[in-house]
């Protein structure tokens, strides 16, 4: 019998938290959870086999990254936005943290008599966070 596939063996390719720069809290990396992409592939296209190359060839060039080409006013006024906006970030309309799972105090039990929407953050959960959980940022108060 060959020992290419040993049953029960430990995936050594898979590299645990320990042995990466990358920490997310889970204990086991396999916890974490698989997110798939976020759109089909378009007809056509290779799929996650794709070189470099090929999918550099599918990106739109920037207009305002042309060298040596005038810009019009439009396109102008669209980069000196997006510069002011590199230069100037509103932090204080979203937290730098992200906040994990939130919780409601009473769990989700029993009834609600509160009138604020007030939840705790009880950290990340094993997967990958939803769309919902992705937007939550924790803010201070300034307290």
């Known amino acids: 019998m060959s020992n290419a ?4 063996a430990e ?3 898979q590299l645990q938290p320990q042995d990466t ?6 204990d086991d990396i396999l916890d ?6 976020e759109r089909p592939y378009p007809r056509g296209a290779f ?7 090929q999918l550099l060839a599918q990106e739109e060039p920037d207009p305002a990254s042309r060298i040596g080409v005038w810009l019009d ?4 006024q ?8 590199t230069e100037f970030p509103q932090r204080d309309e979203v937290g730098w943290a992200r906040a994990g799972r939130l919780v409601a105090p009473d769990l989700g039990f029993g009834e609600d008599t509160e009138a604020e929407l ?3 953050d009880v950290g990340i959960s094993g997967g990958a966070a939803s769309a919902e959980e992705a937007a939550m940022h924790i803010i201070d108060d300034g307290d």
Do not use: H, K
């Not at 596939?5 to 029960?8: D, E, L, S």
């Not at 720069?21 to 889970?26: E, F, P, T």
């Open 5 to 8: 596939y040993r049953a029960g």
């Open 118 to 120: 007030v939840a705790e």
């Open 32 to 37: 974490e959870g698989y997110s798939p992409p």
């Open 21 to 26: 720069l990358i920490d997310r809290g889970v």
């Open 11 to 13: 995936d050594d390719n």
């Open 73 to 76: 006013d439009d396109e102008q």
């Open 47 to 53: 799929g996650p086999s794709e070189t470099l190359d």
């Open 78 to 85: 669209r980069s000196d936005q997006a510069e002011r906006e």
